[in-house]
């Protein structure tokens, strides 16, 4: 069932084309991959899936809702079924990494504060991050911690959907690769669906179903990786030789 | 999405049956309602899962506590459930805890008062010693300057003066415009009761020359210009432009820092010139529609009674206040800490400390100047 569908969609920013008819379905419980050159428009198509950018033409629709003719409740509703993981983080700096977490559950559940600090706990620690890290504030972690911590804080709604963008990128091997472990047992345990962007050939070759490529403001390939040399395009002969 | 429970018992042993999606939403109604459960004679406790069609984390963090909570009370609880996928949650939980559980947590203890104050003593020390570093380093830079003419960034202070100076123009002259009306207006009152309207023009030529424009130009420079230098350079610390700046050797200070603080301290003279030509043309407008002096009677008043001295005193206040408020302002920008928060907070003390500073810059040639009997 395809949880996510994208069909014919134009980006524009005044006289730059970025997208010219993109179509795309991503399914439940998939880790779905955006790929291309950079500058090709992925991480783009992924702000236009969550609602922080317009396109010009086209659909997408996301859990049966199309986001062009949203109503603000549906989008609202929509928000809680995610979680995002921006690709330097965004933490909030005024709040501890405690509190960032905390934050969607103190926000929109009636969960008592001790429930709310025991499950804080728990996500922290299933990124990776020890339970000491939560009273530190944004500016006093490292690059890949502050990742884990967004990781965390995206999953802290328990998410149907989870949108990563770079997530790997900035992390030391050994962390990437922890990620990339996290990324697919949490989508066995949870039924979680992952649509990431990536450029970390590991991680493509690893946690990715089906990808889709973009380039030269197509999508010259979508399916799963095995076939993916079969295509003509310059960007995969180079990229995935 | 509802979910509930029902409790059967056998015996000594009780079984809370769980049914429907338990989910971060659900879970506080089942809290509510075990903590209703008695427990009279009862040794053995299940908590049965098997109705249970979705758990996320949350409701298995939940779960696990529960198990925990009870068998602490010394009653051998259980967990019953079949689903693979519910498992591995509470497996995962269950995991996660052990993990923690090795950690030792270092709770760092309450700091007594003295080790409070000591560190907070040492940090505006600190804080001194940076500031002073900071003039230090301007005085460096200013000797680096004079060294060569080719070392002087001219196409900066240009920049800065076009910034600071050219872009405040107007912001300027109609501040002083409307103060120059203001305070003639406010006068020709009370001046008018004596008869003596003619002195308007000594008042209105000493007070705004000597101490209106030049402060009013100052605490419009210091909202305008003093937030930007501060918020500017604090984004370039966020961004580490400041520091890539340093690795391709060029010193922050002599590219962005002295730049500034030379433009200012050369734009806020001219500002404040204007600002006297439009303070006096405001009061003189009020002169001639309220209390009937002519342009030409003010004007040979003005000459009579004004001194230049009250001129160029107003005029001098102006490279001081232009430190003041450059300074002031680009170190705040400096200290800005990795975090959007500190740039709201030290813009608003660059604007607040350099308005202050100012007043208190003036209050001292007021007193120093009087004295001196100019």
Not at chain 2, 28 to 53: A, N, Y
Not at chain 2, 106 to 132: A, E, P, W
């Amino acid at each position: 069932m395809s949880i996510i569908s994208i069909r014919d969609i134009h980006t524009q920013f005044d006289e730059k084309v970025v997208h010219n008819g993109l179509n795309l379905d991503i399914n439940e419980g998939e880790i779905y991959g955006l790929l291309g050159p950079s500058g090709c428009g992925k991480t783009t198509l992924l702000r236009e899936m969550v609602m922080l950018q317009e396109f010009s033409k086209g659909s997408i629709t996301i859990l049966d809702k199309s986001l062009s003719d949203i109503s603000e409740v549906d989008a609202q509703k929509l928000r809680r079924e995610w979680g995002v993981l921006f690709q330097s983080g965004a933490l909030f700096s005024s709040l501890s990494i405690h509190d960032n977490i905390a934050l969607p559950l103190v926000e929109y559940t009636d969960l008592s504060s001790a429930m709310i600090d025991e499950i804080v706990k728990f996500k922290i620690n299933i990124v990776g991050l020890k339970s000491g890290d939560s009273k530190l504030y944004p500016s006093q972690i490292s690059g890949g911690m502050k990742k884990k911590a967004g990781l965390a804080r995206a999953l802290a709604m328990d998410p149907k959907l989870l949108f990563l963008d770079e997530p790997t990128s900035g992390l030391d091997p050994i962390s990437a690769r922890e990620f990339d472990e996290l990324i697919l047992k949490l989508r066995d345990m949870l039924g979680l669906t992952v649509v990431m962007v990536s450029h970390d050939l590991r991680s493509i070759y690893d946690t990715l179903d089906r990808v889709a490529i973009i380039d030269a403001k197509k999508i010259v390939y979508e399916g799963p990786l095995i076939d993916v040399k079969s295509s003509k395009s310059d960007f995969i002969q180079t990229f995935f030789k | 999405m509802a979910s509930n429970l029902t409790q059967s018992i056998q015996g000594n042993k009780l079984s809370i049956n769980f049914s429907g999606e338990l989910t971060l939403y659900t879970i506080t109604t089942l809290e509510k309602l075990t903590q209703e459960i008695r427990f009279k004679g009862i040794s053995l406790l299940v908590l049965d899962l098997h109705k249970v069609s979705y758990l996320d984390t949350a409701a298995a963090v939940f779960i696990v506590n529960l198990e925990e909570e009870y068998n602490k009370q010394s009653i051998k609880t259980t967990i019953s459930c079949f689903d693979k996928k519910l498992l591995a949650t509470l497996e995962l939980v269950k995991m996660q805890r052990i993990i923690t559980n090795l950690e030792t947590e270092i709770d760092d203890n309450k700091s007594s008062f003295l080790q409070k104050s000591v560190v907070k003593i040492n940090q505006y020390l600190n804080g001194f010693l940076f500031f002073m570093e900071f003039f230090g380093k301007i005085f460096l830079t200013l000797l680096y300057y004079l060294k060569s003419f080719k070392h002087i960034r001219f196409k900066e202070i240009m920049f800065e003066l076009n910034e600071s100076a050219l872009k405040a123009l107007s912001i300027v002259a109609l501040t002083s415009f409307l103060i120059g009306l203001v305070v003639a207006f406010q006068s020709a009152y009370q001046l008018k009761l004596y008869g003596a309207n003619i002195f308007i023009v000594d008042m209105l030529g000493i007070s705004i020359l000597r101490e209106l424009a030049p402060l009013i130009t100052a605490i419009v420079i210091a909202g305008r210009s003093g937030s930007a230098f501060t918020a500017q350079i604090g984004a370039m610390k966020i961004t580490q432009e400041l520091d890539a700046m340093k690795t391709m050797g060029f010193n922050p200070f002599s590219f962005l820092v002295l730049p500034k603080i030379i433009a200012l301290m050369i734009a806020l003279p001219l500002l404040i010139f204007v600002a006297d030509m439009m303070g006096v043309f405001g009061g003189m407008l009020v002169s001639q529609v309220d209390l009937g002096i002519s342009y030409e009677v003010f004007l040979d008043r003005f000459r009579a009674v004004v001194d230049a001295k009250h001129f160029f005193i107003g005029l001098l206040k102006g490279p001081f206040f232009a430190f003041l408020i450059a300074s002031i302002s680009i170190y705040r920008g400096l200290i800005i800490k990795n975090d959007t928060q500190s740039i709201g907070i030290n813009t608003t003390k660059s604007v607040v400390e350099s308005i202050f500073a100012v007043i208190v810059c003036d209050a001292l040639f007021s007193i120093a100047l009087t004295s001196l009997g100019i």
